[in-house]
């Protein structure tokens, strides 16, 4: 996979709290010049890099109930529709990781499905955290946004005791098998993670390493 076929496939990712108006400036410069599939920031910053990509391919991917999940469900519909109404054209929204790890799959279902609906149509993404879930619950929470209606599931914020690993991607892959995208994120540095994470199921790959793997893939 050269440069511009995986520029294709990256989120350029900046989700750091102490991000600046002029990182995400350098972030959307990047994702412009480098041809990346998409910026992925908090919710703060969605105004800002709608202006700033206005009229490009580049998608703003805005994180919801970042990184713990543990907002209410209708605090999480919210949050969604202003990320929306200020130029967010996704969302990854965090899972109720506590309800999950009590029983409560209907509660976490239902709450996946209300985001959905609440979006209008906009991609959504679901993060699990997998650092913190077990094979079963990563299985559940898979069948749980495929049912729901999401677009997506996503491995990890970032912000976990680890992040994406290929055994992770190919559990997920063969729980949602080609209905829905999968999402490796967290702790990805290298060319060569993202070419076996790739390889094991993921259709996209979120982090902020992204320019220096870029530099590492075959110039093309």
Not at 102 to 115: D, L, M, P, R
Not at 205 to 215: C, D, N, Q, Y
């Amino acid at each position: 996979m050269n440069r511009r076929e995986l520029a294709t496939v990256i989120e350029h990712t900046l989700l750091r709290p102490d991000a600046t108006e002029t990182d995400i400036r350098t972030l959307c410069t990047e994702a412009l010049a480098c041809g990346f599939r998409a910026v992925s920031v908090n919710p703060v910053w969605t105004t800002l890099c709608a202006k700033h990509l206005q009229n490009t391919n580049v998608a703003i991917d805005a994180c919801i109930a970042f990184p713990l999940g543990a907002a209410t469900a209708r605090i999480k519909v919210e949050e969604a529709r202003d990320a929306l109404q200020n130029g967010a054209t996704g969302i990854a929204v965090v899972i109720n990781i506590g309800a999950l790890k009590s029983g409560y799959n209907q509660y976490v279902e239902k709450e996946i499905a209300t985001i959905v609906k609440a979006a209008g149509g906009a991609p959504v993404k679901v993060i699990l955290e997998t650092s913190c879930l077990t094979e079963e619950e990563k299985v559940a929470a898979c069948r749980m946004s495929l049912r729901a209606g999401a677009t997506a599931v996503k491995t990890s914020t970032g912000f976990g005791a680890y992040g994406a690993t290929v055994e992770d991607v190919r559990l997920i892959r063969a729980t949602v098998g080609t209905h829905l995208d999968i999402k490796a994120a967290g702790g990805i540095r290298t060319y060569e993670e993202v070419i076996r994470l790739l390889d094991a199921g993921a259709t996209t790959i979120g982090t902020s390493a992204s320019l220096a793997i870029l530099e590492e893939a075959p110039a093309g």
